[in-house]
């Protein structure tokens, strides 16, 4: 490899102008005038794309009308971990709210053949210690990690209250009692001190706005409402009721690149629609090391987790724990990472040499695909053209392979995406692609805030909605809480920071709500709530400190990262990164007298 410094494509061995024009080129040809508003909800006619395959509904079960101290809307793993910290903050009755037949979230849903973590399993499944369990893989299949979920919720007692299949419709804050009155679509009415939503970035499915979708006639489903009934087999392959089946994915982020090869294995034919294709880096996958998980010590996963997080949004660490695709890349292109980077460099050769090294990265991306796709024509279609963190990195060591079968077909739309869906055939380029089932691999909607996206309408002080306190921008206390609305909390990504290992930013969020809360009660306070202060300080504070990401995501392909090509130019992340936040929120713990929260 060349040194970052050369300058010249001759020292480097690629030109750089020539890679910055192709990349502008292949953004350019996707940019839709439509944006976000491309895609079909999975509401209305097209609902029944979010029925569940995998519980069956339980019909008429008696409202509730009760009171708990804490209710948690959303039970997958920012959920059970804030039910868990909340336990062990001694809050006794805690009900998870879960439209799901049981915990486990993205995890619930996502059982599509060949899922599995991309993050490793050490660091990414939380409360390892707590519950007493090693993962048998480094990067652990859905099931196990499915299993794992309802182990938290075991351990912490949360089954005895959760409410699943049921969905929360709305909440007030009553002023005279002091807690809030909660709805549900089962005709619940529950007071609670206490209210955390988690309701995650991945909970609504999106397909694809192809004309003609809905004139389809053979079966088809999204992949995080897998249908084994159709397809037979599980998580680990087998679909052998495909073997008369042709198959369309729609689709090729990162879920289709874990289920087209068990596809492709077991489909009489598949063949794979792409507008996009993603990065596919090596997966390594190996069972867990016997000795090394008999030599862990306490506190081993936070130091692993930590350990993680220097690599991939800090300065990098001495030791590399985890030694995965993601800290590789991260140490090549630390000095792009937000976070990284060394000072005494200034800002401009900084980025000259975060894009090289990048470009090297991404140069070594597609020289994989060359390496193993035999067909020239499928592999030049297969390589992706782009700044590697413009779309969600990717790991297998099976999807490009899987070029390589007679049966399976690469359909490249050159960034225009299916052109129509007819009554039996997916059409490209003019061509029919007849086919008796149609997965979409088409993603989630994401970006929406918290409580829309759960559907919520929350009324706080004075029945203020949250849209109505927010309606010129989300505002926030550290993004877990607003003035006006006392005792509610949000997981998630606003206002806060955000990494890959996103299991952990979760769990760093609920301690910091938990702890909250358990001052409050020692102070045998009614409630907390921010000031407006406080509150517009740090709204300030994230204007003040928000990263410039405009610019690289402006130069990037269309998709959720940059809001489909028109990235909206205000960043609602902390921009001095997770590790920054971590420590600005615990010294905001131990410090400070929560002077900034009403404490009634
Ligand atoms: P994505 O949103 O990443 O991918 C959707 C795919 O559908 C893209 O390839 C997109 O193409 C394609 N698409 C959309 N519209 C059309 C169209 N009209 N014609 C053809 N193709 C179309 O969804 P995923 O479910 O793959 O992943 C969502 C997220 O879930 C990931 O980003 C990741 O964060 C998470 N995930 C995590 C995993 C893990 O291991 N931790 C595993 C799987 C998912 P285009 O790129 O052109 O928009």
């Not at 971990?81 to 062990?88: D, H, N, P, T």
């Not at 079966?219 to 998580?235: E, K, L, N, P, Q």
């Not at 495909?242 to 077991?266: E, F, H, N, S, W």
């Not at 090394?292 to 996963?301: C, D, K, N």
Request: with cysteine.
């Amino acid at each position: 490899m060349s040194t970052p410094h050369a300058s010249t494509p001759e020292g480097l061995g690629f030109d750089p102008d020539a890679l910055r024009a192709r990349y502008r080129a292949e953004r350019d040809r996707r940019i839709r005038p439509e944006g976000s508003e491309q895609y079909q909800r999975t509401t209305g006619a097209f609902g029944y794309y979010v029925d569940d395959p995998y519980t069956t509904p339980v019909l008429g079960r008696e409202p509730l009308n009760d009171r708990v101290d804490a209710v948690i809307i959303g039970g997958g793993f920012g959920g059970l971990i804030a039910g868990a910290r909340l336990r062990q903050a001694g809050v006794q009755r805690i009900r998870v709210i879960e439209k799901a037949g049981d915990f486990g979230g993205t995890w619930y849903w996502n059982r599509y053949p060949g899922v599995q973590c991309d993050i490793e399993s050490y660091i990414y499944m939380p409360l390892l210690e707590e519950v007493g369990y090693m993962p048998r893989w480094k990067y652990a299949p859905g099931e196990e990690i499915r299993q794992h979920a309802q182990a938290i919720g075991r351990k912490f007692e949360l089954y005895d209250d959760a409410c699943f299949q049921t969905e929360v419709t709305r909440l007030h804050w009553d002023e005279t009692d002091h807690e809030w009155i909660v709805h549900t679509d089962r005709g619940d009415r529950m007071a609670a001190r206490y209210v955390v939503v988690s309701s995650g970035p991945f909970s609504r499915p999106k397909l694809p706005g192809i004309p003609g979708i809905e004139n389809f006639r053979g079966h088809t489903f999204h992949t995080s409402r897998w249908d084994y009934g159709y397809t037979g087999g599980d998580a680990d392959g087998n679909l052998h009721k495909l073997a008369d089946k042709r198959v369309a994915v729609i689709g090729t982020g990162a879920t289709a690149i874990q289920c087209v090869p068990p596809l492709g294995r077991d489909a009489r034919h598949l063949y794979v629609f792409q507008r996009t294709p993603s990065s596919v880096d090596v997966r390594a996958n190996r069972p867990t090391d016997p000795e090394w998980a008999a030599s862990v010590t306490p506190g081993w996963q936070r130091r692993r987790r930590d350990n993680f997080l220097a690599h991939v949004a800090g300065g990098g660490a001495e030791e590399d724990l985890v030694a995965d695709g993601w800290t590789t890349s991260a140490r090549l292109l630390q000095t792009f990472v937000p976070g990284g980077g060394d000072s005494e460099v200034p800002p401009e050769e900084l980025g000259r040499l975060a894009e090289l090294a990048d470009f090297t990265k991404m140069n070594e991306i597609r020289a994989r695909v060359d390496a193993t796709v035999e067909d020239g024509a499928t592999a030049e279609a297969l390589k992706p053209w782009y700044r590697y963190m413009c779309k969600r990195p990717t790991f297998s060591d099976t999807y490009l392979p899987t070029f390589n079968r007679p049966n399976v077909t690469l359909v490249d739309t050159a960034g225009q995406g299916v052109e129509r869906i007819t009554e039996n055939a997916v059409v490209v380029g003019g061509v029919p692609y007849e086919v008796d089932c149609v997965i979409f691999a088409t993603g989630f909607d994401i970006g929406v805030p918290p409580a829309e996206r759960a559907g919520l309408d929350v009324r706080g002080r004075g029945g203020i909605t949250l849209a109505e306190a927010w309606k010129d921008g989300p505002k926030t206390l550290h993004g877990f809480y607003s003035h006006g609305f006392p005792n509610f909390f949000h997981l998630g990504t606003l206002q806060n920071a955000v990494s890959v290992n996103f299991v952990h930013v979760l769990d760093e969020q609920a301690l910091h709500v938990a702890e909250v809360v358990a001052e409050a009660r020692k102070r045998q306070a009614r409630y907390v709530e921010p000031t407006a202060e406080a509150q517009a300080a740090w709204v300030a504070t994230i204007r003040a400190k928000a990263r410039n990401a405009e610019r690289f995501l402006a130069e990037c392909t269309p998709g959720y990262y940059n809001n489909e090509g028109r990235p909206s130019g205000r960043s609602e992340s902390y921009g001095g990164g997770p590790i920054e936040f971590h420590e600005l929120i615990a010294r905001w713990r131990t410090d400070g007298d929560m002077g900034e929260v009403i404490v009634g």
